[in-house]
């Protein structure tokens, strides 16, 4: 993101983004300084959620890092105890994953 917090001589605060090497916004209390940090957090999550799922759905063109197939014996070797079944995509032993 490249953002910095500036206070001003007045006391309020300014956004700076080294991005584009300028102030965003300005004559902000700190409460709006934070109203902008979870927007802008708020945005780039749905963007990459976005992203993810077109790409795991072939919406976008591109191939995922890992297959569904491969993520499972990953995690099977990993956490024996957590298995999943990669057919039925339920847990092999589901006293493991009770509370």
């Known amino acids: 993101m490249g953002w910095t917090v500036l206070k001003q001589p007045d006391g309020k605060f300014a956004i700076y983004t080294s991005v584009s090497d300028g102030i965003i916004s300005f004559d ?21 959620a976005q992203q993810s799922l077109g790409v795991a759905k072939g919406e976008i063109p591109r191939r995922p890092y890992i297959k569904w197939d491969e993520a499972v014996k990953a995690h099977n070797q990993t956490f024996p105890k957590l298995a ?13 994953w009770s509370p």
């Open 28 to 48: 902000l209390d700190e409460d709006e300084v934070k109203v902008e940090f979870i927007e802008a957090a708020i945005s780039s999550a749905m963007r990459n």
């Open 84 to 96: 999943i079944d990669p057919v039925t995509c339920k847990p092999i032993n589901k006293q493991e």
